[in-house]
């Protein structure tokens, strides 16, 4: 039971869930310093992101052990399906009760006090989440990871947080999540270099494997460096200096950014995810301190 319920946890990965609180955080935070903090609004919608990641987590989980793309050769925790500690039943169950329990309930209170572009956006969130892996074509198997975590857990999980508690949209609020978009994108590209021979045997064509771990090892380091410029960007728009702290959380990722550079492979690049899903959450908490001061 205890083992069942370790590879469970792992299941959700814990550490992704930052690149849902990060958006939210910082949304909240520009509403908050335009006076227009709305706390119900900013649980929904922080209800809504964590949904969504779990239940990406959760597709994943199960159709990528469909696909083979999680075998014995796994370098990353164990999965629940693949391991047989968890059917692929149980696992679709999980996914549809967590949709319906987060992102149908946060998605109608959002559109109720904030119009119906919230049930759209809701809608098509846990669509992409389960599409991510799941179909013929799949976002991840067909290169578009980086783009969707940076869209998704960027510009759109920012902008949306602010709207739902201000009731209009705001172009600076989608600004602001460039740069917690970047390093999302920076997670994903990291987890694909990890994965990349796995990946390759199993047809999943991540930008790893379409154009090799050479171009992995930029990526990151591109994205890396695009969100240290969104946080000073963002202070010289806004003239909000403060906002310019943020450069921090990327700076914190130099050593693994050394460790890439040097060809840092497989398990060992658990620890740089680690790293990365940590500077996520300090981004956000950088930005969103640094706009209220």
């Known amino acids: 039971m205890m083992e069942q319920c370790r590879i469970w946890f792992a299941a959700t990965r814990p550490r992704t869930l930052t690149a849902g609180f990060a958006p939210v955080a910082v949304g909240s935070a520009i509403a908050h310093g335009d006076g227009l903090f709305h706390f119900a609004s900013a649980g929904a919608a922080l209800c809504g992101a964590l949904g969504v990641q779990i239940a990406c987590n959760f597709a994943n989980d199960l159709f990528d052990a469909r696909k083979g793309a999680d075998t014995h050769e796994r370098l990353g925790p164990t999965r629940a399906v693949a391991s ?10 999980a996914t549809c ?36 892996t799941a179909g013929r074509w ?14 998704f857990f960027g510009p759109i999980a920012v902008a949306a947080t602010y709207a739902a508690q201000a009731t209009h949209w705001n172009w600076i609020s989608a600004m602001a999540g460039l740069g917690s978009g970047f390093l999302a994108a920076a997670l994903i590209g990291v987890n694909n270099l990890r994965d990349e021979s796995t990946d390759r045997t199993a047809h999943k064509r991540t930008l790893a494997v379409r154009w090799g771990v050479r171009f992995a090892r930029v990526e990151y380091l591109s994205c890396v460096a695009a969100a240290a410029s969104c946080a000073i960007a963002m202070a010289m728009v806004t003239q909000r200096w403060w906002c310019a702290s943020a450069i921090a959380a990327p700076i914190a990722l130099v050593p693994a950014c050394r460790r890439i550079l040097a060809g840092a492979s ?3 690049l658990n620890g740089i995810l680690a790293a990365t899903g940590g500077a996520i959450l300090g981004y956000g908490a950088l930005l969103s301190i640094g706009w209220n001061l």
């Open 266 to 268: 497989g398990r060992e």
């Open 84 to 93: 047989g500690l968890i059917s692929a039943r149980a696992m679709l169950l």
């Open 97 to 132: 009760v967590v949709v319906l329990l987060t992102v149908v309930p946060s998605s109608a209170y959002l559109a109720l006090r904030a119009g119906w572009s919230f049930i759209v956006l809701g809608a098509l969130s846990a669509a992409l989440a389960i599409l991510y």
């Open 138 to 151: 799949s976002i991840a198997y067909h290169g578009l990871g980086e783009l969707f975590a940076l869209l």
